[in-house]
């Protein structure tokens, strides 16, 4: 009896530590998978020497929604919207809190379509901006103003540069 009790206790032993180790195992699985992901920075270089450091956006969630529901956006920063292909791409500026100006731009990074000062809309209803008289594969806003600042025109030829913190 004595032995069957002792044996009781070395699986009862056993049993606990499985637990735990698997209860730890689930705890880490579930905080690597819910993990914020990490937001990618690219600096948008214009011919006049003016660098815009932009967020990118080249998730479904993120091609969405974009800007809206921010109270700011910092002066000299912006976001490029990555699309997975060239396209008539539309934007608006659904539940955005300040205006923006918006450069579309093609595959080989030249800017196609500029529009300036697009205003922030609350609405139920907000226009759409765009298509671009082609095909664009990049989406740029910035602050409104900054078209105007950086000399941006179309036929412009931009560089990307992965920005480096």
Request: with cysteine; glycine share 8%.
């Amino acid at each position: 009896m004595l032995s069957f009790l002792r044996l009781k206790g070395v699986a009862d032993k056993k049993r606990i530590f499985f637990l735990l180790v698997m209860a730890l195992l689930l705890i880490s699985g579930a905080l690597l998978f819910n993990a914020p992901e990490q937001t990618q920075v690219i600096n948008v270089n214009f011919p006049g020497g003016v660098a815009l450091r932009a967020e990118v956006a080249d998730t479904p969630e993120k091609l969405l929604f974009g800007l809206a529901f921010r109270n700011v956006l910092p002066p000299g920063e912006g976001m490029v919207y990555i699309f997975g292909e060239s396209g008539p791409h539309r934007v608006w500026t659904k539940e955005f809190q300040f205006p923006v100006d918006i450069i579309w731009v093609d595959e080989s990074k030249v800017v196609v379509h500029v529009v300036e000062k697009a205003p922030a809309c609350v609405e139920s209803r907000c226009p759409w901006y765009g298509p671009p008289p082609r095909d664009a594969r990049y989406v740029i806003e910035a602050n409104a103003g900054f078209v105007e600042r950086a000399k941006v025109a179309i036929g412009a030829q931009l560089t990307f540069t992965l920005f480096v913190s």
